[in-house]
């Protein structure tokens, strides 16, 4: 299984990026998809999921409202849209695959078996 995010940059406050997370080597649609973000110094942190069928989203305090994951299992792809990016919002993003995860584990990121390599968001203020 490969997972490559991207999308990553260096963005103004107040401005958006698009993560996009490629998954290969595995049937994507039973999979729940994580994000999760690390900034330097600090704990990889739940930012977003999107459960199997892409109907249900779950999402940080920190970030909903701002945040909107979706996904397309026909492409195998997965999206993140970060709108009003602030800089509290400066880390690593990564998504992840997970095949056992319920609601209860949603936001653990042991729950999830596969990652990619994170992209980098910086958000200058």
């Known amino acids: 299984v490969q997972l490559q995010a991207s999308g990553g940059g260096v963005v103004q406050a107040g401005g958006s990026l698009r993560l996009s997370c490629a998954a290969s080597g595995r049937t994507f649609s039973r999979d729940t998809v994580g994000w999760f973000r690390q900034a330097p110094g600090k704990e990889r942190e739940f930012v977003s999921a999107i459960w199997r069928s892409g109907g249900n989203t779950y999402y940080a305090d920190s970030v909903k409202g701002r945040f909107t994951a979706s996904r397309d299992n026909a492409k195998t792809m997965v999206y993140l849209q970060m709108n009003n990016l602030q800089a509290e919002d400066t880390a690593v993003y990564f998504c992840?695959?997970?095949?056992?995860?319920?609601?209860?584990?949603?936001?653990?990121?042991?729950?999830?078996?596969?990652w990619g390599q994170g992209t980098q968001v910086t958000v200058s203020s």
């Open positions: 992840a695959l997970g095949a056992r995860v319920i609601l209860s584990n949603i936001r653990n990121a042991g729950a999830y078996d596969y």
